[in-house]
């Protein structure tokens, strides 16, 4: 089992950034796949980005080239960065960790709300 606690989030007018990070209860192990998810209100969760230990990263199409995922290792975080923020992109963000067996564990949720 793994613990996830996230941090970041907020209001934000369009155009803007925001950072958000989780962190981890104990290493990221190989075989670990590292997410985050959104859900707006009346949608179903959505991924936003996925990535590795090793690095290789996913991305939903809209929100390539905006947004980007980052791992550290020894600080067993993964951070999303969030640039040219848009309305649609207001959700709340949950921080995943999928495992060797394909268990799904989550974060509390962090409140993304981007004004127009």
């Known amino acids: 089992q793994v613990q996830l606690v996230e941090s970041g989030g907020g209001l934000v007018h369009t155009g803007g950034s925001l950072r958000l990070s989780c962190k981890a209860s104990?290493?990221?192990?190989?075989?670990?796949?590292m997410g985050w998810y959104r859900q707006a209100p009346g949608k179903q969760r959505e991924l936003v980005a996925s990535?590795?230990?090793?690095?290789?990263?996913n991305y939903a199409d809209s929100v390539k080239g905006r947004f980007t995922i980052s791992i550290d290792n020894a600080k067993n975080t993964v951070t999303l960065q969030m640039n040219s923020l848009k309305p649609e992109d207001t959700a709340v963000y949950y921080c995943?960790?999928?495992?060797?067996?394909?268990?799904?564990?989550w974060g509390q949720g962090t409140q993304v709300t981007v004004s127009s």
């Open positions: 104990r290493s990221i192990f190989s075989s670990d796949v």
């Open positions: 990535i590795t230990r090793a690095g290789t990263k």
């Open positions: 995943n960790n999928r495992d060797y067996w394909g268990s799904d564990y």
